[in-house]
């Protein structure tokens, strides 16, 4: 098995500049590991539905891994002759995980299992979790220790500085090929197909991993009809038996993620009224009639979530003038506009937006009479554990404050939710009162999912007789020790301030990992390799600091794809300008350590609520400008020390473990809110700068590792 290495120099007409030879293999793998990090996160999040909840998971496992290759070079023949295996037990694992049942529920214990479930059914689980998390794990990190090795490989062959240079563009263009994928709404066999090509440079002569890649193309390419693939997820569609003698399709099952989503159902009075029993529309019925119930003959409704346009059919059945329809998922707008029985989105008195609810709530300027929350969380209701997910922010005080400034006089809100009756259910009470200042009406519905109705405005004086009326109940419970769900900790399904034990299990194997290759590698000996240390703790630092500037634009700007894609690249951008200027130009490390940490000390009281008022040119050059700062100085930094020591690939394997902890300690947000992701990454970035200045050039030693001799 063999691979691109230099050659020398050759005469002739055609031939590659030495260059070109050394630096292109470098770009290449560099563009092969971000391009598969996205992919991977983005198919098992889909297809194995523990990792929708532990969505950095397999981003940690993947630095992991990079940095692990890095780390050791050029991959050895062993881990040559099992990369087919690793990648076919990968892929193939993630593509029939549903079929072999490793796809399961939710890892909340509150909601998966429920109170009365026993210790064995609860140890029964835990074992469970622990086989299918640690163990694609243990797969990502192994492929990726390959992927890594390329990049370290060729590493070697270029100047420190040019190298990391190169690096980065690699990435950004597989960060930006990876999302043009996603744009043209293809699935996954299109992605791993581009994905191998990229890996083809490195395995050319290599005629049995070739095989096999093309094996696992085929494999993840078998139809799967009905299937459609969004830049958000994977849908399914199902069309539901007919009434007899209905020529039309009465009702589908829209299924996302492997999870059910929503019925598109007939409620048209005319099939109602020949067949009232039909299933699922009976069912369906009472629960899109009651917002007209509260609220009959508004004028402008606002739908949030409208996903295939059951609530926009409602509301245009009781004579709804104009309807703005907020869905942040295109694909699942067009399926609504082809295939929903009664083509609401085909309406001229509607008008569809594919934007996220809480984006478009700071940006429009129509009030409206009636403001639907439909079931925006529907498809990842138990999800949020790990990171800051947009979903949470729609269902906190200032989003409700948002929704508030958007009605009329009269207004009122409406919010569905399948929470059932406890904690979520009285936080989202509780955060509801504190945004409109009074208590509001509650109807436990037990339609479908055992929904709760919440209703604000005027229209929480009006009575439903019919439901099971439960402002009595939570009014009692929202004031004992009810934690209010804010943009700061928009933790919805916590039921206190914590880490769930599984995810702490699973951070406690990552830790367990790193701090074994690291002391394989004599990388925690602090007097011996401070440098090593400065590179690790700035790697934490980073990871931290581009978590806490996703939220924070993605908070102004919206979180759709093309959002946070953007923002990720200008985020790689400022990393490469910095890079850029110290390849021309010396810098003080002291300044940029200073100018860094102050930065991150004012961002706490940044304004950042005010520039929800400005233009969005305006929150473009302030909030972006704002958030850049630090990302631009750090990459000063990094660029600055990369340059002085002369760093091998070696030292940006141990950037990338650094990395590994940040991205462990980034679940701490769910104990103190996003506020803390500011205060760990000061911490990181002081001690990453103790250890520097710790550190002389005359007595570095940078690559003393007698495990990578070894290897």
Same mark, same amino acid.
């Given at each position: 098995?063999?691979?691109?290495?230099?050659?020398?120099?050759?005469p002739g007409k055609g031939m590659i500049p030495v260059r070109l030879r050394k630096e292109l293999p470098l770009f290449l793998a560099s563009l092969a590991a971000l391009y598969f990090e996205l992919l991977i996160i983005r198919y098992l999040s889909t297809e194995v539905r523990v990792f929708a909840n532990l969505k950095n998971?397999?981003?940690?496992?993947?630095?992991?891994?990079?940095?692990?290759?890095?780390?050791?070079?050029?991959?050895? %023949?062993?881990?040559?002759?099992?990369?087919?295996?690793?990648?076919?037990?990968?892929?193939?694992?993630?593509?029939?995980?549903?079929?072999?049942?490793?796809?399961?529920?939710?890892?909340?214990?509150?909601?998966?299992?429920?109170?009365?479930?026993?210790?064995?059914?609860?140890?029964?689980?835990?074992?469970?979790?622990?086989? !299918?998390?640690?163990?694609?794990?243990?797969?990502?990190?192994?492929?990726?220790?390959? &992927?890594?090795?390329?990049?370290?490989?060729?590493?070697?062959?270029?100047?420190?500085?040019?190298?990391?240079?190169?690096?980065?563009?690699?990435?950004?263009?597989? *960060?930006?090929?990876?999302?043009?994928?996603?744009?043209?709404?293809?699935?996954?066999?299109?992605?791993?197909?581009?994905?191998?090509?990229? *890996?083809?440079?490195?395995?050319?002569?290599? @005629?049995?991993?070739?095989?096999?890649?093309?094996?696992?193309?085929?494999? !993840?390419?078998?139809?799967? $009809?009905?299937?459609?693939?969004?830049?958000?997820? %994977?849908?399914?569609?199902?069309?539901?038996?007919? /009434?007899?003698?209905?020529? +039309?399709?009465?009702?589908?099952?829209? !299924?996302?993620?492997?999870?059910?989503?929503?019925?598109? &159902?007939?409620?048209?009075?005319?099939?109602?009224? %020949?067949?009232?029993?039909?299933? $699922?529309?009976?069912?369906?019925?009472?629960?899109?009639?009651?917002?007209?119930?509260?609220? /009959?003959?508004?004028?402008?409704?606002?739908? *949030?979530?409208?996903?295939?346009?059951?609530?926009?059919? =409602?509301?245009?059945? #009781?004579?709804?003038?104009?309807?703005?329809?907020?869905?942040?998922?295109? !694909?699942?707008?067009?399926?609504?506009?082809?295939? #929903?029985?009664?083509?609401?989105?085909?309406?001229?008195?509607?008008?569809?937006?594919?934007?996220?609810?809480?984006?478009?709530?700071?940006?429009?300027?129509?009030?409206?009479?009636l403001v639907v929350f439909a079931f925006l969380d529907s498809t990842a209701l138990l999800s949020s554990f790990s990171s800051l997910r947009l979903d949470n922010y729609v269902y906190t005080v200032e989003s409700f404050e948002n929704a508030k400034e958007v009605l009329t006089d009269q207004g009122s809100l409406v919010l569905?939710?399948?929470?059932?009756?406890?904690?979520?259910? +009285?936080?989202?009470?509780?955060?509801?009162?504190?945004?409109?200042?009074?208590?509001?009406?509650?109807?436990?519905?037990?339609?479908?999912?055992?929904?709760?109705?919440?209703?604000?405005?005027?229209? @929480?004086?009006?009575?439903?007789?019919?439901?099971?009326?439960?402002?009595?109940?939570?009014?009692?419970?929202?004031?004992?020790?009810?934690?209010?769900?804010?943009?700061?900790?928009?933790?919805?399904?916590?039921?206190? @301030?914590?880490?769930?034990?599984?995810?702490?299990?699973?951070?406690?194997?990552? &830790?367990?990992?790193?701090?074994?290759?690291?002391?394989?590698?004599?990388?925690?000996?602090?007097?011996?390799?401070?440098? +090593?240390? #400065?590179?690790?703790?700035?790697?934490?630092?980073?990871?931290?600091?581009?978590?806490?500037?996703?939220?924070q634009l993605a908070l102004l700007f919206g979180g759709t794809s093309l959002v946070n894609s953007l923002v990720i690249g200008a985020f790689l951008a400022a990393a490469l300008a910095a890079n850029a200027l110290v390849a021309f130009r010396r810098v003080s490390v002291a300044a940029c350590y200073a100018i860094l940490l102050?930065?991150?000390?004012?961002?706490?009281?940044?304004?950042?609520?005010?520039?929800?008022?400005?233009?969005?040119?305006?929150?473009?050059?302030?909030?972006? =400008?704002?958030?850049?700062?630090?990302?631009?100085?750090?990459?000063?930094?990094?660029?600055?020390?990369?340059?002085?020591?002369?760093?091998?690939?070696?030292?940006?394997?141990?950037?990338?473990?650094?990395?590994?902890?940040?991205?462990?300690?980034?679940?701490?947000?769910?104990?103190?809110?996003?506020?803390?992701?500011?205060?760990?990454?000061?911490?990181?970035?002081?001690?990453?700068?103790?250890?520097?200045?710790?550190?002389?050039?005359?007595?570095?030693?940078?690559?003393?590792?007698?495990? *990578?001799?070894?290897?």
């Amino acid at each position: 098995m063999t691979s691109i290495s230099p050659t020398p120099e050759r005469p002739g007409k055609g031939m590659i500049p030495v260059r070109l030879r050394k630096e292109l293999p470098l770009f290449l793998a560099s563009l092969a590991a971000l391009y598969f990090e996205l992919l991977i996160i983005r198919y098992l999040s889909t297809e194995v539905r523990v990792f929708a909840n532990l969505k950095n998971l397999p981003l940690v496992a993947s630095f992991f891994g990079i940095g692990l290759g890095m780390l050791l070079g050029k991959p050895s %023949r062993t881990m040559r002759a099992a990369f087919p295996v690793i990648t076919a037990l990968l892929f193939v694992g993630i593509r029939f995980a549903q079929w072999s049942r490793l796809s399961f529920g939710d890892v909340s214990w509150e909601y998966s299992l429920g109170p009365a479930a026993g210790t064995g059914i609860r140890i029964l689980f835990l074992v469970r979790f622990l086989a !299918v998390t640690l163990g694609f794990s243990a797969l990502i990190i192994a492929f990726f220790a390959v &992927v890594g090795g390329f990049v370290g490989q060729y590493f070697k062959e270029v100047s420190s500085l040019r190298g990391y240079g190169i690096n980065l563009t690699g990435s950004f263009v597989g *960060l930006a090929g990876f999302s043009y994928l996603g744009f043209l709404q293809l699935g996954p066999a299109y992605w791993l197909a581009a994905g191998f090509l990229l *890996l083809l440079p490195f395995i050319y002569k290599d @005629r049995i991993t070739i095989a096999v890649f093309a094996i696992v193309v085929g494999a !993840v390419a078998v139809p799967q $009809p009905s299937t459609f693939w969004s830049p958000y997820n %994977r849908i399914d569609l199902v069309e539901l038996p007919r /009434p007899a003698g209905w020529t +039309d399709p009465s009702a589908y099952s829209l !299924v996302a993620n492997h999870a059910w989503y929503q019925w598109l &159902v007939d409620l048209s009075p005319e099939f109602l009224k %020949r067949y009232p029993e039909a299933a $699922p529309n009976r069912f369906a019925v009472p629960y899109y009639e009651l917002p007209y119930t509260l609220v /009959p003959h508004p004028k402008n409704v606002l739908i *949030l979530g409208a996903g295939t346009g059951n609530d926009v059919a =409602g509301a245009l059945r #009781h004579g709804a003038e104009h309807i703005d329809a907020v869905e942040i998922d295109p !694909v699942i707008l067009e399926i609504g506009r082809r295939y #929903h029985p009664e083509h609401p989105y085909d309406s001229p008195r509607v008008t569809t937006y594919s934007d996220d609810a809480r984006s478009f709530l700071k940006k429009t300027k129509t009030k409206y009479d009636l403001v639907v929350f439909a079931f925006l969380d529907s498809t990842a209701l138990l999800s949020s554990f790990s990171s800051l997910r947009l979903d949470n922010y729609v269902y906190t005080v200032e989003s409700f404050e948002n929704a508030k400034e958007v009605l009329t006089d009269q207004g009122s809100l409406v919010l569905s939710f399948a929470t059932g009756r406890n904690f979520a259910t +009285d936080r989202l009470y509780a955060t509801l009162w504190a945004a409109f200042g009074t208590p509001p009406a509650a109807y436990f519905t037990g339609y479908w999912v055992s929904g709760v109705l919440l209703v604000e405005g005027q229209a @929480r004086h009006t009575k439903l007789p019919q439901l099971l009326d439960l402002r009595g109940e939570l009014r009692a419970r929202a004031g004992q020790n009810t934690i209010l769900a804010t943009d700061r900790w928009p933790f919805l399904y916590l039921t206190e @301030r914590s880490i769930p034990g599984t995810v702490l299990i699973a951070a406690g194997f990552f &830790v367990l990992m790193t701090w074994i290759v690291l002391r394989k590698a004599d990388l925690m000996a602090w007097k011996s390799q401070p440098s +090593d240390l #400065h590179f690790f703790f700035l790697g934490a630092g980073f990871l931290l600091l581009e978590t806490k500037a996703v939220t924070q634009l993605a908070l102004l700007f919206g979180g759709t794809s093309l959002v946070n894609s953007l923002v990720i690249g200008a985020f790689l951008a400022a990393a490469l300008a910095a890079n850029a200027l110290v390849a021309f130009r010396r810098v003080s490390v002291a300044a940029c350590y200073a100018i860094l940490l102050l930065l991150l000390m004012a961002d706490f009281w940044f304004p950042y609520s005010k520039l929800n008022a400005m233009s969005a040119a305006s929150r473009l050059l302030l909030g972006g =400008g704002w958030a850049a700062l630090p990302v631009f100085f750090s990459g000063l930094v990094f660029s600055s020390s990369f340059q002085r020591f002369d760093c091998t690939a070696e030292m940006l394997g141990i950037n990338l473990f650094g990395a590994v902890l940040g991205g462990i300690l980034e679940n701490a947000v769910m104990i103190g809110g996003s506020s803390i992701l500011k205060a760990l990454a000061i911490a990181m970035y002081a001690v990453s700068a103790v250890a520097l200045f710790r550190s002389s050039v005359s007595n570095l030693d940078p690559v003393r590792h007698s495990f *990578l001799r070894r290897a």
